[in-house]
């Protein structure tokens, strides 16, 4: 008997341990020794996975990249990186719980985002929560930036700003040709959900902005499969811009029936053309369609750590035998945000940290990066393609750009 009373209590403090294991942090410190740990979210499985890993494998190899370089020197002392990684399972309530997890159990205090703006909208809450900066570049939404977060900070344009660059280049082409932008006419034809609306939202502000009349706004359903009744109108009123916003089945959509129907626009501005893989299915057809990216790497971006865009699309093709989307290169990014934000707070105190990252201004391979008063990094534009000759040449940020854009592109009889 008093042989079972020993076990059992031994048995039930090893319990009890185990239970105050989980319910405590593992550190309270920021760092482990020589090494800073970082904590990701992320969607290994899933239906975001793919995606995911790209995520992942951008945050590995800018990691990779510091620690390589000697680290970061942080107080007169030099650190290395590591991220604890959780898998989502793309799934916004696990990310949430597993967010927490890092916070509460792992004691994490840096977390860079998981993959897309669900995700990143249901751990927002939780690092905010704990006062942990959260740096990402993957959620894109603009709603994410309305709910007061200090902690939250994204390095990627916000949905609002896909289109923007658009109608920059017309008002600056017009002007080239001695008109007035105000002058011209603008159709936009979106898909009815909060993405699209955002990108529609941001074309009306710019142009506002530049007193152009906006002569059509269709919102569409997200059954998308005709775009005639938006099509005939831009025939009759003969908008010198057409902004497109339906994700990957709009792109193809308004390519394939704008070509069979010869409706002409001097320019076209979509964004997933390459999601919805415009010229591999119709060729020559969407010549001058120009397309929103947030990054490629052509761009002539210089920084610190990888250089240039193109020293950067080499690392993950030499690492991980793919030529990486944008997705690598805005979590990398992310990655360096947090190395410049150590060595300039001098501290690894969460709250130091935050607010070194809010005073961010770096130039990076994926851009400048600053951030307003939301979060949002306000310094990069977004990229514009232009399909020329079947081949998707960079026409802006016209200071880093490849190509110049030809606008007005040519009516089809003249194709």
């Known amino acids: 008997m008093r042989l079972f009373r020993r076990r059992f209590g031994v048995a039930l403090g090893t319990a009890f341990a185990l239970a105050l294991a989980t319910a405590l942090p593992v550190s309270a410190s920021a760092a482990d020794g020589n090494t800073i740990q970082l904590g990701a979210v992320v969607s290994l499985t899933g239906k975001y996975s793919t995606n995911g890993k790209f995520t992942r494998d951008g945050y590995n190899l800018a990691i990779q990249r510091i620690n390589s370089m000697g680290g970061v020197k942080v107080g007169g002392k030099t650190y290395k990186l590591a991220v604890k990684y959780y898998d ?3 799934t916004s309530a696990r990310g949430a719980q597993l967010a927490e997890r890092l916070i509460k159990q792992d004691g994490v205090k840096f977390v860079l985002g998981p993959y897309g703006s ?4 249901a751990i927002a809450p939780v690092t905010e929560k704990y006062k942990v900066p959260m740096v990402e570049g993957n959620g894109a939404a603009r709603g994410l930036f309305k709910h007061g977060y ?30 007035d932008p105000s002058s011209l006419k603008v159709a936009i034809v979106t898909q009815n959900d909060n ?10 502000h710019d142009a506002k902005k530049y007193g152009m ?11 998308l499969n005709d775009m005639t009744s938006t099509l005939t109108k831009v025939k009759a009123l003969k908008p010198d811009i057409l902004a497109v916003s ?12 704008i070509s069979e129907q010869k409706v002409y626009v001097p320019m076209l501005a979509m964004t997933h053309c390459k999601a919805g893989g415009i010229v ?3 060729g020559a057809k969407a010549n001058y369609a120009l397309c929103a990216s947030q990054w490629d790497s052509r761009l002539s971006y210089t920084g610190h750590w990888f250089k240039t865009p193109a020293k950067f699309a080499q690392a993950v093709q030499k690492k991980y035998n793919y030529k990486p989307p944008y997705q690598v290169a805005e979590s990398a990014a992310s990655v360096v945000v947090f190395a410049d934000a150590f060595e300039r707070a001098g501290s690894l105190d969460p709250q130091k940290v935050r607010d070194a990252i809010a005073s961010t201004d770096l130039m990076t391979f994926y851009g400048p990066i600053k951030f307003d008063k ?3 990094n306000i310094a990069k534009s977004m990229v514009m393609y232009q399909v020329q000759n079947q081949k998707y040449k960079v026409v802006a940020p016209s200071k880093w750009a490849n190509s110049k854009v030809i606008y007005p592109a040519p009516k089809w009889s003249e194709r």
């Open 150 to 179: 200090k902690y939250l900070f994204a390095v990627l344009n916000t949905s609002d700003y896909y289109l923007r660059p658009a109608i920059r280049l017309a008002a600056q082409q017009a002007k080239k040709a001695g008109k």
């Open 246 to 257: 339906a994700h990957s089945h709009g792109a193809p959509l308004a390519i394939n029936q």
């Open 213 to 223: 009349k906006v002569v059509i706004d269709d919102k569409l359903p997200p059954s």
């Open 280 to 282: 591999k299915k119709y």
């Open 195 to 204: 993405f699209s609306q955002d990108v529609r939202d941001g074309v009306v």
């Open 374 to 376: 939301t979060g949002k």
């Open 88 to 90: 989502d399972e793309s």
């Open 118 to 121: 669900a995700l990143t909208k």
